[in-house]
C-alpha cells in the first residue's frame, strides 16, 4: 500500500479514537471552565475545626451552587441560585448575612452539562445508585455537583446546633447535638456533590446531599426520604481549589489518624 495512504489512515484512526474520548466527557464537548471551590479540609472539620475561614460574601464570589456549614457548626448550608441559606438546629430556614463566616463548604458556578429526566427513587440509597450509573457515563474520577428538583413522599433532614470551645471532633457533635426533622409531601431542590475516591479526606467520597424546599421552610442535610420523582441537572467538574486555615489549632493537626470510618458515620 502506498506509504502516504498509509499515513492518512493513521491519522484518521488517531482523530476518531480522539472523538469517541472526548464525547464521553461533558466538561470538553461543552467547553466548561467552572471549577470546585472549597474551604478547609473534611479531615480537619472532623477532628473539630469549626473556626471561620472565609466571610459568606467572599464565598459567595466563588461560585452560586453548594453546601457546607457554618463557624462553629451552626446549622447546614445549601447554597442554591446565588443565595446562602442556614438549615437552623431549630428547624429554621434563613438566608445568611454576607458577614458570617465558613469552617467548612464547597461551592461551584453552576453549568448545566447534562440533564437527568423522569427520575423515579425508592429512597436514598436507590436515588444515588442512579446517580452512580449516571455519572459513569463520563468518568467516576470527575467531581459532579447535581442539582435535583421534585416531590418527596416524605424526607428526613438533620442539622445541628452551634458549637462552643473547646470544640468537639464532630462524631461527638452528631451524636449529642444533631437535630433530625422529618417532613411529608415536600416539593423542592437536592443540591448533590461527588467527590470521587482518591480525595477521601479532603472531602468525602461519594455523594453529600442537603435538600431546601421550593417554599424555603425546611431544608437540611439529607439523611434519608421515600418515593421521589423528579428530574435532574449535572454540572461536570474538573479543577479543584481550596483555601486552607491558618490558626494554631490547624497548623499543629495531627493528620495521621484515618478517619475513612468516623466520615461514613456521620453521613
Same mark, same amino acid.
Given at each position: 500500500?502506498?506509504?502516504?495512504? #498509509?499515513?492518512?489512515?493513521?491519522? %484518521?484512526? =488517531?482523530?476518531? $479514537?480522539?472523538? #469517541? ?32 475561614? @472565609? ?10 451552587? *453548594? ?11 445549601? %447554597?442554591?441560585? *446565588? $443565595? ?8 429554621? @430556614? ?9 469552617? !467548612? ?34 468518568? &467516576? ?15 428526613? #433532614? ?14 461527638? &457533635?452528631?451524636? $449529642? ?13 437536592? $443540591? ?16 453529600? =446531599? ?10 437540611g442535610h439529607v439523611l434519608g426520604f421515600n418515593d421521589f420523582s423528579g428530574s435532574g441537572q449535572i454540572d461536570e467538574i474538573h479543577e479543584f481549589n481550596m483555601i486552607l486555615p491558618t490558626d494554631d489549632s490547624f497548623?499543629?493537626?495531627? !493528620? ?12
Open positions: 500500500m502506498n506509504k502516504k495512504i #498509509v499515513f492518512v489512515l493513521i491519522i %484518521v484512526c =488517531l482523530l476518531a $479514537v480522539s472523538a #469517541v474520548s472526548a464525547q464521553n466527557s461533558l466538561f470538553l464537548n461543552n467547553n466548561n471552565n467552572d471549577s470546585m471551590y472549597q474551604i478547609s479540609l473534611m479531615q480537619a472539620f472532623m477532628h473539630g475545626e469549626y473556626d471561620g475561614v @472565609i466571610t459568606v460574601g467572599d464565598f459567595k464570589t466563588h461560585g452560586d451552587t *453548594g453546601l457546607g456549614t457554618f463557624e462553629g457548626v451552626n446549622g447546614e448550608m445549601i %447554597v442554591l441560585d *446565588g $443565595v446562602v441559606y442556614q438549615a437552623a438546629a431549630d428547624g429554621s @430556614i434563613n438566608v445568611m448575612s454576607d458577614n458570617e463566616t465558613i469552617p !467548612f463548604a464547597t461551592i461551584t458556578t453552576f453549568d448545566e452539562d447534562a440533564k437527568i429526566n423522569n427520575i423515579a427513587a425508592k429512597n436514598f440509597d436507590d436515588l444515588t445508585s442512579q446517580l452512580d450509573k449516571e455519572i459513569e457515563k463520563y468518568g &467516576v474520577n470527575n467531581m459532579y455537583v447535581i442539582k435535583i428538583k421534585g416531590d418527596f413522599s416524605n424526607i428526613t #433532614v438533620r442539622s445541628v446546633e452551634k458549637q462552643e470551645k473547646p470544640y468537639k471532633e464532630f462524631t461527638d &457533635v452528631a451524636s $449529642v447535638d444533631q437535630k433530625v426533622f422529618n417532613h411529608t409531601d415536600q416539593t423542592g431542590t437536592l $443540591v448533590a456533590v461527588y467527590f470521587p475516591e482518591y480525595m477521601n479526606e479532603l472531602n468525602m467520597h461519594g455523594w453529600h =446531599l442537603h435538600f431546601l424546599s421550593d417554599d424555603k421552610t425546611t431544608g497548623v499543629n493537626m495531627n !493528620f495521621t489518624e484515618d478517619m475513612t470510618n468516623k466520615i461514613s458515620s456521620v453521613e
